[in-house]
């Protein structure tokens, strides 16, 4: 019998730049829903596009507000099963003691994209984190409900390995989006937390060349690391045309953006040789204007996007579980709960920071 108590710590969103850590009762589940103790909760680009006040999550004149407040926010996480009834266990296949996570989405399984399978682009859209039906991991404890997707993952990663599941698993979708083939030049822009996991992912396609694009030294080092045959620093080397020169003049065949940068946009347009595939990963935290006659009468190119990492989550869990990837250097930074806001300010850094995570 497992010991939970009445009240945790937890942050939770009063709105942009609110966040506050409380005390708060600890949630119980109810029919067929698990309580899990949180081992580890990641902080994410987008947690802090929230956090800064993003259009995307609070809305502006031409869109309405998505994200809630009074809500415990966090969508990378992982934590030990404590408590679920026979139901809860058996539809998951898990057991009181079981190392667990679930994906970002909690799918209504009603709307038009559920019913047809296609549950990560779910018309409701709630997700652990940003609304209030479904507080998200910044806390000592959280509940999966019966509409969560629940997956096992072993107890012998560290916590925060184990919880870099989520934004792996959203890497390896962006590079299946990308139909990547043997003779493929693939550019990848971008090397903090998604683009690493998209540098793995398309390595692991066996193209002719992986090619990662960064600003930093360190990031670079560590993209080769994670399977990149080359690296250009952005700030001193002319990324287009180097692309160009490596490709008899005609450009990448695949590009997969993973900064949330507006300048990375354009960029990738131009580099792409005709015929190519764009593929747009990121969360902008403002509006990107670029020329659209590149995509259309100059290339016509195939510009695909990426969201969640749908039906990855296996595959993620198993690269994870393999030791391909350098864990130790990519999860840089773990803290308690109650420097929250340190993490927030680490992630809003980049300089000094790869992946951090909170271990509640």
Known sequence: MVDIPERMKAVICHGPENYTLEEIDVPKPGPGELLVRVEAVGICASDLKCYHGAAKFWGDANRPAWA??????????????????????????VEIGDRVTAEQIVPCWECRYCVRGQYWMCGPHDMHGFKRANPGAMAEYMVYSTAALVHKIS????????????????????????????????????????????IAGAKAKNPLRVIALDVAPNKLELAKQCGADLTFNIA?????????????G???????????????????????RKLGTYVEYSVFGSDVTVDWSIISDDKELNVLGAHLGPHTWPAAIK????????????????????KFQEGLDLVSDGAKSIKVSLLP
């Open 250 to 272: 005609y450009g990448a065949d695949v590009y997969i953006e993973g900064t949330g940068h507006p300048s990375a946009v354009p960029q990738g347009l131009n580099l792409l």
């Open 236 to 248: 001193e080397t002319d990324a287009v045309q180097a692309v160009k020169d490596l490709t008899d």
């Open 319 to 338: 690269m994870l579980e393999s030791g391909v990837l350098p864990l130790d250097k990519i999860c840089t930074h773990q803290l308690p709960l109650d």
């Open 68 to 93: 809630e407040t009074e809500v415990v926010p966090g969508h990378e996480f992982v934590g030990i099963v404590v408590q679920g009834d026979e139901q809860a266990l058996q539809a998951r296949g």
């Open 155 to 198: 107890k012998d990663l560290p916590p925060a390995h184990a919880a870099f599941v989520e934004p792996l698993s959203c890497s390896l979708h962006a590079v299946e989006r990308a139909n990547i083939t043997f003779d493929d030049t693939v550019v990848v822009a971008g090397a903090g937390p998604i683009g690493l996991g998209m």
